[in-house]
């Protein structure tokens, strides 16, 4: 063995995996199965203490999740990781080791709208106040902090518009307030931007979207970067203090640099319950491997579609980080240089109706609410993802009446543009 580290492609194909030792498979098994029997008493006594660890219950951990949590561990550069049954499960996990009724996080105001939903409504009802700061102005987080903040949440690649954010200024007003950098690194995946290298505490994902790549398998990931102190001013309990069901010992002194992770897994999942099916986790391996081959064919024809969409006469404007005029050109470059990512929007001259015709016209683009297939995808925000939020609220968040999303797949990109050219010209 030579001692070189292995690069990224090697670590999508192989981290976390090796032959099955009973059987010599080489693909990862998918171990479909509840439970499995402790080697004794002792055995069953120490797992429950989390003095080993091992294997009790799939809700609580299951040997085909763990190779897809040390592998995406691995590429995102954490010490640990917990998968999940979606992306917003992997959200209500991570802000519950954090928050206490009556806590506030800061957010980005450019989300996901799923994420825009839950942070409002659901979130409110276990007490956890968002308050809302804008991407493109970083002294709005500064003036959001207060006593009450317990996290920061951004996306590195922004919904819907591919808006870049500037990890590194956000990670230093988190590090200033002595409140975790959480990132959603859905869009980006860690083939195109790495969140941990520019200051992020927790990653998360819906896997749902690029990692798994596909369209057919539902999951989410929590990424501990192991970087944050957990220990001071009593700000995290979860974390600091004796815990009553693990006889007394606190997390973080016990487990370190991946004590989050645990805490995910040991008072998030085992309570709370949205475990990862070990089948989804077999799909969203699979399509791990290819990620690289996959991540750069989705930015190689979304910046073909988006030089097509910036020349034709029925676009207004087009929203894409990786053409040179856009505002977001110098941010693509130093966060995600091998491309900026393949969802973006363009608004149309037409407006509403322009935007409602478009997505009906289109053949080879599914109108759904998806992204990160590896088929090509259109939606209207303003009359589905979005439809909820008031006119001044869609326009905040980058999804006007007049604006389109796409999110480009891996398909020939001349019969992409041909498909939008017969849509966009009838
Ligand atoms: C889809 C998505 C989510 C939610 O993930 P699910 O797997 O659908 O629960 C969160 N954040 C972003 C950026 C997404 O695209």
Redesign the pocket.
């Known amino acids: 063995m030579s001692d070189r580290l292995p690069g990224f492609s090697t670590l999508a194909v192989h981290a976390g995996a090796q032959p099955d030792p009973t059987t010599g498979a080489r693909a990862t098994p998918i171990y479909q199965t509840t439970s499995f029997v402790f080697n004794d008493a002792d055995h069953a006594a120490s797992l429950f203490g989390l003095q080993a660890f091992g294997n009790i219950y799939t809700r609580i951990g299951n040997p085909t999740n763990a190779v897809l949590e040390e592998r995406v561990a691995a590429l995102e550069g954490g010490t640990a990781a917990l998968a999940v049954a979606?992306?917003?499960?992997?959200?209500v996990v991570v802000l519950q080791q954090l928050m206490q009724p009556g806590d506030e996080f800061i957010a980005a105001r450019k989300?996901?709208g799923?994420?825009i939903n839950q942070f409002t409504h659901a979130f409110k009802s276990f007490g956890w106040n968002v308050v809302w700061a804008d991407p493109d102005d970083i002294s709005s987080f500064e003036r959001a902090v207060t006593p009450r903040t317990k996290a920061i949440f951004i996306?590195s690649i922004a919904?819907p518009a591919g808006s870049i954010t500037d990890i590194e200024a956000i990670s230093t007003v988190a590090r200033k307030a002595g409140v975790p950098l959480i990132v959603?690194n859905?869009?980006a995946s860690p083939y195109l931007i790495r969140p941990i290298d520019h200051g992020a505490d927790i990653v998360?994902?819906?896997?749902?979207?690029f990692l798994g790549g596909h369209g057919n398998s539902?999951?989410?990931i929590i990424v501990d970067a192991g970087t944050f102190d957990w220990s001071t001013g009593g700000k995290y309990p979860m974390l600091s203090e004796p815990r009553p069901e693990y006889h007394g010992i606190r997390l973080q002194e016990t487990f370190g640099n991946f004590a989050f992770a645990i805490a995910c897994r040991v008072l998030g999942l085992r309570d709370l319950g949205p475990a990862l099916s070990p089948f989804n986790a077999f799909m969203i391996l699979t399509g791990i491997e290819t990620l690289p081959l996959r991540m750069q064919k989705h930015c190689d024809n979304a910046k073909a579609v988006a030089e097509f969409l910036a020349g034709h006469p029925a676009v207004a404007s087009v929203n894409y980080a990786g053409l040179a005029s856009d505002k977001y050109n110098q941010l693509a470059r130093k966060y995600a240089p091998k491309g900026a990512g393949a969802v973006f929007t363009f608004s149309l001259k037409g407006g509403y109706d322009a935007g409602v015709s478009l997505v009906s016209k289109l053949q080879l683009f599914s109108h759904l609410a998806?992204?990160?297939d590896t088929r090509s995808l259109v939606i209207h925000p303003a009359s589905t993802t979005h439809s909820q939020l008031d006119d001044a609220a869609k326009i905040k968040s980058g999804a006007g009446p007049d604006v389109v999303r796409l999110s480009v797949g891996i398909e020939d990109k001349e019969d992409l543009i041909a498909d939008l050219e017969q849509a966009l010209g009838a």
């Open positions: 979606s992306g917003h499960a992997a959200q989300l996901y799923g994420s996306e919904n959603d859905t869009l998360v994902h819906s896997l749902t979207k539902l999951g989410g998806n992204v990160g």
